[in-house]
C-alpha cells in the first residue's frame, strides 16, 4: 500500500516565487514526517522533520492530520533550492522503517 | 557528523557475477538499511537490519541478501546479478527510537552488463 504520495513528479517555478512541494501520507498510527533533499551530485539529507517545528533554509512544513498532509513550503525560491525532495514517514510499530515518496524535481528558473 | 561510508561510487559487473556492496557507518546506529533508487519510483527498500546478526526484508527483496555480522557494517549482495539490477543503491543508518532520521551514504551507482 502506498504509504506516501507525492503527486508531482516535476515541479518549476521561478527565482522569487512561492513554492509548494506536496506531500500526502496513510498511516493509522501516529505519524512522523521527513523532508529530505538531494542535491545534483550529492547525498540525500535530512532537510526537516516536523517535531522540529523549524524552519531550514527558509523552509518549512506544517503536519495536517485532517487533512493527512506534510506539504513542505518556502515563500521566496531561489536558484539553490533546484534538488529533488523526498517525503518521508516512519513507522515505529515494526522497527524504525521509512518510507519515501517517490521524489519531486524542483527546478527554479531564473 | 555522521559518515556513512559506501566502499564505491561506481561498479561495473556482468550478468551472472555475484556482487558485494559494502557500507560502513561510524555512529553505532542499531538499525541499517539497503535501498534502490531509481527515476519516477523514488526509494525502495531492499532490506534492513535493526541488530547485528538480524535482517529484515524490506519492499523489493528478490535477487537480492544482506549480512550483517558487526554492528558498523551491513552489506548487500546481489547473488546472481541481473541487468535489471542496474540502478542506484543507497546505504542509510539510523538509531532506534521515534523522531531518528536516516543518515544516508554517497550511493553506489551499479551497471550490470
Known amino acids: 500500500a502506498q504509504r506516501v504520495t507525492q503527486p508531482e513528479k516535476l515541479l518549476s517555478v521561478f527565482k522569487g516565487a512561492p513554492v509548494e512541494l506536496k506531500c500526502n501520507y496513510s498511516?493509522?498510527?501516529?505519524?512522523?514526517l521527513f523532508w529530505y533533499v538531494q542535491y545534483s551530485r550529492q547525498r540525500l539529507q535530512l532537510l526537516l522533520r516536523h517535531i522540529s517545528r523549524e524552519s531550514i533554509k527558509g523552509f518549512t512544513a506544517d503536519l495536517n492530520k485532517g487533512e493527512t498532509s506534510f506539504h513542505l513550503k518556502k515563500p521566496f525560491a531561489q536558484e539553490e533550492d533546484s534538488a529533488m525532495y523526498y517525503c518521508?514517514?516512519?513507522?515505529?510499530?515494526?522497527?524504525?522503517?521509512?518510507?519515501f515518496g517517490t521524489g519531486t524535481s524542483l527546478t527554479v528558473i531564473p | 557528523d555522521v559518515k556513512v561510508t559506501q566502499s564505491s561510487r561506481y561498479l561495473v559487473k556482468r550478468t551472472g557475477e555475484k556482487v558485494f556492496l559494502e557500507c560502513v557507518q561510524d555512529?553505532?546506529?542499531?538499525?541499517m538499511f539497503w535501498y534502490r533508487q531509481d527515476p519516477g519510483l523514488g526509494l525502495r527498500l531492499i532490506y534492513f537490519s535493526y541488530d547485528v546478526k538480524m535482517k529484515e526484508k524490506g519492499d523489493i527483496p528478490e535477487g537480492y541478501s544482506v549480512s550483517r555480522e558487526k554492528k558498523e557494517r551491513f552489506s548487500l549482495i546481489l547473488e546472481s546479478a541481473s541487468t535489471n539490477q542496474t540502478s542506484m543503491y543507497l546505504c542509510a543508518s539510523s538509531f532506534r527510537g521515534d523522531y531518528q532520521p536516516q543518515h544516508f551514504g554517497d550511493g553506489t551507482r551499479l551497471s550490470i552488463l
Open positions: 518521508a514517514l516512519l513507522t515505529t510499530n515494526t522497527g524504525n522503517q521509512f518510507y
Open positions: 498511516y493509522s498510527g501516529s505519524p512522523e
Open positions: 555512529m553505532d546506529h542499531e538499525n
